[in-house]
């Protein structure tokens, strides 16, 4: 596997002349490329905690990219804020167009949590031309026990004092007990804590009630969802429930749906102490969808033929 790194340029905001540099990674296999997976990291990480999936997928012929979302790991602007949601869906689009400029578009897309709200957002309300989208964990159905008192503050709040910094992230409290339920894992949830990449200050006001409204969104937008489309989800996930994932694949408006539900697994799935099982049926779906877009581009071609 190679791991090559760039930084994308996006406009800072629709109303501004500003940019912001965005950090990305590229892994690619050593031997021919089958396609390229475009993915999207969750709150407060970064693209650099994908490593291990990045192997995954290179030693079965995929290549992924992925950008660090502004304001997380080493890409630009204030740290976990945003204005607007939308403004993730802005990014990506403005990364696309560069990589398809480059002959580079990408052929799946892929988001965890937070990145899996941004890309069920996109591709319902994009569309983009992509062979097929993986979600991971979606916030469709947020969870916690202070999310009720969570939900009225980012909601009400974030109008106000949209600049607010509301939750720490670095309390003991969230970083001992809340780490815990992203895997079972030990070592995944020490590398979490020691990750000096991982943004432990305080989210934005903003931001928490973004997250909540695009939980909202999703729900509205499910049907317009027309992409092949898989979602993976642990039963045992307390920050966005599994519930959430199952309700996404009733509404979405894809012929060509998957839901992978595992028994226990806490949120990150492709992080669990049994996460080869996971790994082997994204191996095998990317698989399908790819014969099954090569076939018919060979039938294209043959019916061209005179």
Known sequence: MQETQRTFTVPESPSSRGTLQLFSRYWSPETACKATVFGVHGICEHSGRYARFAEDLCRNGYALRMIDLRGHGKSEGPRAHVQRFDQYLEDIDAVLAELEREGAYPDFLLGHSMGAAIMGLYGALRRPPVKGVVLSAPPVIVGGPMMPLLRYL???VSRLLPGLRLVKMNTPVLMKFGAKYLSHDPRVVEDFRNDPLVYRGRLSTRLAGEVLQASR?????????????????????????????ELFHRLAGSHDKTLKLYPGFYHEVLGETERDRVIADVIAWLDAHFDACSESNDADVADATP
Request: no cysteine; glycine share 12%.
């Open 217 to 245: 969104r999703l729900r509205k937008v499910a049907g317009r969802f027309q992409a092949p489309l898989l979602l993976l989800h642990g039963t045992g996930d307390v920050i966005a429930r599994s519930s959430g994932s």
């Open 154 to 156: 980012a909601l009400t």
